[in-house]
C-alpha cells in the first residue's frame, strides 16, 4: 500500500553498520542485524523505498531532515493518527 504524502509513519528497518574492532570467524557468524525505527512525515512511498521528512515548511512547499529507507530493508511499517 503506498501510503499519501504528509501521512505520519513509523517505519521499522534493517539497518547497516560497520565496528572498527577485530572479530573472530565465530563472533562475525553471530552479528544480528541493527533494528532501527524511524517517524516521520511521508514525502514518497514506491517500489524503491519510503522517503520521510521530519519537517515541512508548506509556505515554501520545502521538506528538511529528509530520510530514505531502501524498500529490501524495510520490516514494518504503521501508520499514525
Same mark, same amino acid.
Given at each position: 500500500?503506498?501510503?499519501?504524502?504528509? $501521512?505520519?509513519?513509523?517505519?521499522?528497518?534493517?539497518?547497516? +553498520?560497520?565496528?572498527? %574492532? &577485530? +572479530? &573472530?570467524?565465530?563472533?562475525?557468524?553471530?552479528?544480528?542485524?541493527?533494528?532501527?525505527?524511524?517517524?516521520?512525515?511521508?514525502? $514518497?512511498? %514506491?517500489?524503491?523505498?519510503? &522517503?520521510?521528512?521530519?519537517?515541512? %515548511?508548506?509556505?515554501?512547499?520545502?521538506? $528538511?531532515?529528509? +530520510?530514505?529507507?531502501? $524498500?529490501?530493508?524495510?520490516?514494518?511499517? &504503521?501508520?499514525?493518527?
Amino acid at each position: 500500500m503506498a501510503n499519501k504524502v504528509g $501521512r505520519p509513519l513509523r517505519v521499522e528497518w534493517e539497518d547497516a +553498520w560497520s565496528n572498527g %574492532d &577485530t +572479530w &573472530t570467524a565465530q563472533e562475525a557468524q553471530e552479528t544480528k542485524p541493527l533494528i532501527m525505527t524511524l517517524f516521520g512525515y511521508c514525502v $514518497r512511498d %514506491d517500489k524503491a523505498g519510503i &522517503t520521510l521528512t521530519m519537517e515541512h %515548511d508548506p509556505q515554501k512547499k520545502k521538506y $528538511r531532515i529528509i +530520510w530514505h529507507v531502501p $524498500r529490501a530493508m524495510i520490516r514494518k511499517v &504503521t501508520v499514525l493518527k
